[in-house]
């Protein structure tokens, strides 16, 4: 089987790889490029724990093909914290036990930077309704929203 | 063991630390499951049977081994026969021996180089079926011409002429029925149903598994409980237990499902045959369709109340359905119903049937969350029926210390008095409604297990300790065994790093279940800690050239003590772990245990809905959480496990079930169509932590992880039936139901 050739950028770095055709950009990342915090909870974009940011887009990269990610930008839960210095959605996620198993946490995390990065200044419903899209079987959620909402006050203050 | 001091001023224990596994998990840095992977590595892929019953005549596998890539094919021809029936269940579970059981049950399996070759070689395997008549709902299965899924499985003391599917018979109670019915002022008989549902861990199972020609082996993989992984696996593939080591990954969420083997053993037949490692991923749809799911149940309820509430008799008859397997969870339900009471008659019986339905795994509390239901769903229909407040009648009937259990024991202090205090005290019980909207309340319990457990302790040269326990921790147990430890060491959290050791370095462990970590390995830890004190104290007391008595353990150093006091500096952790090597060597406590007195758990929830009588749907407005934790340490972490455990019970309540179609095969294996609850599903969940020692603990500590799923079901059943005036008697009330009780 031939193989497609695709060049892009992952986390700020320039990225090249082979994919089949029919693979998903999730198992390249995960299986190739060895970028596991990016996870697969159902493969068939209901749970969110996959989701990446494609060109700054909010995305199940389950379902976007590996071929689709060429010439273009892809963020992963890798890319969220700057060197030793964590996001303040990742360091809110600690200081309110956002997390158990924390599966869904890089899904969570991803999503979560998108909502911020469109909507500032979110209401506890605005936070539950954007991330309707990612379970979480462990936490009942309350405590992810509560996160979410001190990330965004944080951030505003800069 | 004992509770050390009901006044003792905690330290460590209480306070809100960082989790030692946290920032791995926020950066993308913790292995999992599916994460791992070796050089040379294979991809497994696994066959399952489309058919829900069906006589496997013959495989045929060799096209697929001819398919470039494929390193490797097994079927039941590659495992050994079981040392014991429980456990050949659990092979046959992973693979189909001489019957397909349930639609998704596995028949063969491949390794190749990559995932679609071994894809595309599972399309090669040619099964010849023979397909049997199957049954997958409790009615059908009890009838007398039901198709036998398991020959000769009939429980042993079910009277004659009980139906072969039928695996286990129990009964529990005391006091003279006839009697207590006799003296109420009212008497109802209710049946209920609840669905089957699915523990919904988002992450699937997973293994990396490594077998080499001396019989040596390497797994790797997510389960609560990798001590019984290798027991298992071991006997499967005849190998010793000792050359089997398996090492927990990080685990994506269980609550009772990865508490036995799914694909392990088959990675490793893979392994075995094909020479190299082997890795096994299951699809979402794999999850669903062969591995959980609870139990389904059809439950009769009769109880007698007197007119100011008070319980005369209280019976119930459940009936479970656990899958193609024996499954004894009848009896966790049995024992659990009428645990909330106290009640001079009461008797729980039950049965479980086997039906063309995945193998049971145990869901947080098995088996008790649709006996309370039932029970605490007729216990509000008397309260209505009567006009009594049903917390009013809970606190009227509730069992205290001194209580003669149902299911036999005498309860010692427990909290469920308090925890209903609590909840009649709070705002949440005297908010006011408007219409269309309910409140509901209801009682849950769970048992709490403590079990096998081994724990290290190590004292390192600058005096900062490694705790080495065996407990795949799920929710933050890491920390909350740090904590303990830091506690009675008199040392500061982060001097303090707790791993979880793989099977080769540690001695025994039990699963990662019953709530039983937080209470057995930080009993175990806090022995281990006692042992090391008197290792530190009897070196110092060398030093010193005073008797190892006259020396005392306080706030992290070793103090002369009685006729010595003050006759020496005292000398910290730090300075003892630095001389060490000239005191006799490196020092350690260890502790082994099978820990009793786990002490039971009881829970209260609250909640408020409105159902909307065009669509039927119910809205949550309000829930709150009553919980005893008997001491929190780690307080987070325990809101963790009531906020969850109640969302999961809503989710069941509400919205989750498994459905069979005509054809036996499970119609909805994804996360659309199986929805379980997402954030704006719901408010916030409110806590409120109650703190009664269990009086079988150091510092008081009970189990905090299960009692939280039982109330919600009948919680949210109460609730609803208030906010429409009808009340439904099946799980789950989705709009379509709720719209027919409307219509009446
Ligand atoms: S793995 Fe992509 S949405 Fe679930
Ligand atoms: S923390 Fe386990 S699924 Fe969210």
Redesign the pocket.
């Known amino acids: 089987m031939s193989r497609i050739h695709v060049r892009t950028t992952i986390n700020g770095d320039a990225v090249e790889y082979l994919c089949e055709a029919g693979q998903s950009l999730?198992d390249v990342l995960r299986d190739d490029l060895g970028l596991t915090g990016t996870?697969?909870?159902?493969?068939?974009?209901?749970?969110?724990?996959?989701?990446v940011l494609l060109d700054g887009r909010l995305v199940?990269?389950?379902?976007v093909l590996a071929a689709e990610a060429d010439q273009r930008s892809v963020e992963t839960v890798e890319g969220l914290a700057d060197g030793d210095r964590l996001h303040p959605l990742q360091q809110k996620f600690l200081d309110h036990a956002a997390l158990q198993c924390g599966i869904c946490t890089p899904?969570f995390l991803v999503a979560a930077r998108a909502l911020l990065e469109k909507n500032p200044t979110p209401s506890e419903t605005d936070v539950r309704y954007w991330l309707a899209?990612n379970?979480c079987r462990c936490t009942g959620y309350d405590k992810i929203v509560a996160a979410v909402m001190d990330a965004a006050a944080q951030m505003r203050k800069g | 063991m004992a509770l050390d001091d009901r006044k003792r001023a905690f330290k460590v224990v209480g306070t809100r630390v960082p989790r030692p596994d946290g920032i791995d998990k926020v950066t993308g840095r913790a292995l999992y499951g599916a994460d791992m992977s070796a050089p040379g590595m294979l991809h497994g892929a696994i066959l399952r049977s489309p058919h829900a019953h069906a006589r496997i005549r013959a495989i045929d596998t060799s096209r697929a081994e001819a398919l470039p890539g494929v390193k490797a094919v097994v079927t039941s021809a590659d495992f050994c026969r079981a040392k014991h029936s429980f456990n050949q269940d659990a092979l046959d579970h992973c693979m189909a021996r001489e019957k397909a059981l349930y639609d998704g049950h596995a028949v063969a399996a491949v390794a190749a180089t990559s995932k679609s070759a071994a894809r595309a070689a599972l399309e090669l395997i040619a099964v010849e079926y023979e397909v049997l008549p199957h049954v997958t709902e409790i009615e059908d299965a009890l009838k007398p011409d039901a198709p036998v899924v398991q020959e000769d499985r009939r429980a042993r003391n079910a009277p004659e002429g009980t139906h072969p599917n039928v695996t286990h018979v129990v009964s529990f109670g005391h006091g003279d029925l006839e009697a207590g019915f006799a003296r109420a002022d009212r008497v109802i008989e209710r049946s209920f149903r609840t669905a089957a549902t699915h523990q919904g861990y988002?992450e699937p199972h997973a293994c990396l598994a490594s077998v080499t020609p001396d019989g040596r082996g390497e797994l790797w993989c997510c389960t609560q409980g990798h001590y019984y992984v290798r027991e298992l696996c071991a006997d499967f593939l005849g190998m010793d237990t000792s050359q089997l080591r398996v090492t927990a990954s990080e685990i994506g969420g269980g609550f009772g499902g990865k508490t036995t083997v799914t694909i392990e053993p088959v990675a490793l037949a893979l392994s075995r045959k094909a020479g190299r490692p082997v890795k096994l991923v299951m699809s979402?749809d794999e999850v669903f369709r062969a591995s959980g799911p609870t139990v389904s149940s059809w439950s009769d309820i009769k109880i007698g109340m007197t007119r100011d509430g008070r319980i005369t008799a209280a019976q119930a008859m459940l009936r479970y359905q656990g899958g193609a397997f024996p499954c004894g969870t009848v009896e966790l339900g049995a024992m659990s119903a009428f645990a909330a009471y106290d009640l001079e008659a009461v008797r729980a019986d039950g049965i479980n049937v086997m039906t063309n339905r995945p193998r049971q795994a145990a869901y947080r509390a098995p088996g008790a969350p649709m006996a309370i239901y039932a029970v605490e769903s007729t216990v509000d229909e008397l309260c209505q029926e009567l006009g009594l407040d049903p917390l009013e009648v809970r606190l009227k009937n509730a069992a205290r210390k001194g209580t003669k259990s149902a299911y036999g024991p005498t309860f010692d202090d427990i909290g469920l008095v308090a925890t209903l205090e609590a909840a009649k005290a709070h705002p949440h019980y005297a908010a006011p409604l408007c219409p269309n909207q309910g409140r509901g309340l209801s009682c849950g319990f769970w048992f709490n297990f403590g079990g096998n457990t081994c724990v290290t302790l190590n004292l390192d040269a600058d005096g900062t300790v490694g705790v080495t326990e065996g407990n795949p921790d799920i929710g933050g147990s890491r920390a909350s065994i740090s904590m303990m430890a830091a506690e009675e060491l008199g040392i500061p959290y982060d001097k303090v790093r707790t791993i979880v050791a793989d099977t080769a370095s540690l001695g025994f462990n039990d699963v990662t279940d019953g709530s039983r970590v937080t209470f057995a390995v930080g009993l175990a830890t806090i022995e281990a800690a006692r042992d090391m004190i008197r290792k530190m104290c009897a070196r110092v007391a060398k030093i010193w050239d005073i008797d190892e008595e006259a020396v005392i353990w306080e706030d992290g150093c070793a103090r002369p003590a009685g006729p010595n006091a003050g006759d020496f500096e005292p000398m910290s952790i730090a300075e003892i772990a630095a001389i060490a090597n000239k005191t006799g060597g490196p020092i350690a406590g260890h502790h082994e245990v099978n820990a009793d007195g786990a002490g039971v758990s009881f829970g209260v929830h609250l909640v408020d809905v409105e159902v909307d009588p065009e669509t039927g749907h119910t809205k949550i407005l309000r829930y709150t959480v009553f919980q005893d934790a008997g001491k929190a340490v780690h307080p987070d972490y325990v809101e963790g496990q009531m906020q969850g455990g109640a969302v999961q019970g809503i989710g069941w309540a509400l919205n989750e079930e498994y459905i069979y179609g005509e054809d036996g095969r499970l119609q909805n294996p994804g996360?659309l169509d199986y929805r379980i609850p997402v954030a704006s599903d719901l408010p916030k969940i409110d806590t409120v932590i109650l703190e009664i020692p269990n009086p079988g603990h150091p510092y008081g500590v009970r189990g905090v992880g299960e009692t939280s799923i039982v109330p919600p079901l009948a919680a949210l059943s109460n609730a609803v039936a208030r906010a429409i005036g009808a009340r439904l008697h099946e799980l789950p009330m989705s709009p379509p139901r709720i719209l027919q009780a409307l219509k009446g």
């Open positions: 999730l996870k697969e909870g159902c493969g068939t974009g209901d749970c969110g724990a996959c989701s199940c990269s389950c379902l899904g899209g379970l | 988002i979402r996360f």
